[in-house]
């Protein structure tokens, strides 16, 4: 089993900054793409970013040259640098990971609990 947990959300104005962060710990052989995803309220979950083992990314037009994403391999941590945010970013931010628990596993799907952002003046 695999446990995601997220950090890093917040109450920030528009304009501001936040940093997400979440750790992936438990029974991990390798982690290949991670990323975030985002649900506001009445709305389905939708992509904010991906970034896979070999540190491709991807982003969804909306953040494009807003948010960038990262990760650390050692640590087993994805995170999501959130610049000039808008009201309309505001919802919940869950981190997404796929895992294998060994060499010749398959690769399973987990999810993070969610962080609330919420961006208001």
């Known amino acids: 089993q695999v446990q995601l947990v997220e950090s890093g959300g917040g109450l920030v104005q528009p304009g501001g900054s936040l940093r997400l962060s979440c750790v992936a710990s438990?029974?991990?052989?390798?982690?290949?793409?991670m990323g975030w995803y985002r649900q506001a309220l009445g709305k389905e979950r939708e992509l904010v970013a991906t970034?896979?083992?070999?540190?491709?990314?991807n982003y969804a037009n909306s953040v494009k040259g807003r948010f960038t994403i990262s990760r650390d391999n050692a640590k087993n941590t994805v995170y999501l640098q959130m610049n000039s945010l808008k009201p309309e970013d505001t919802a919940v931010y869950y981190c997404?990971?796929?895992?294998?628990?060994?060499?010749?596993?398959?690769?399973?799907?987990?999810w993070g609990q969610g962080t609330q952002v919420t961006v208001s003046s």
């Open positions: 997404r990971a796929v895992v294998m628990h060994g060499p010749t596993s398959f690769q399973y799907l987990y």
């Open positions: 438990g029974n991990i052989f390798s982690i290949n793409t």
């Open positions: 970034i896979t083992s070999g540190d491709s990314t």
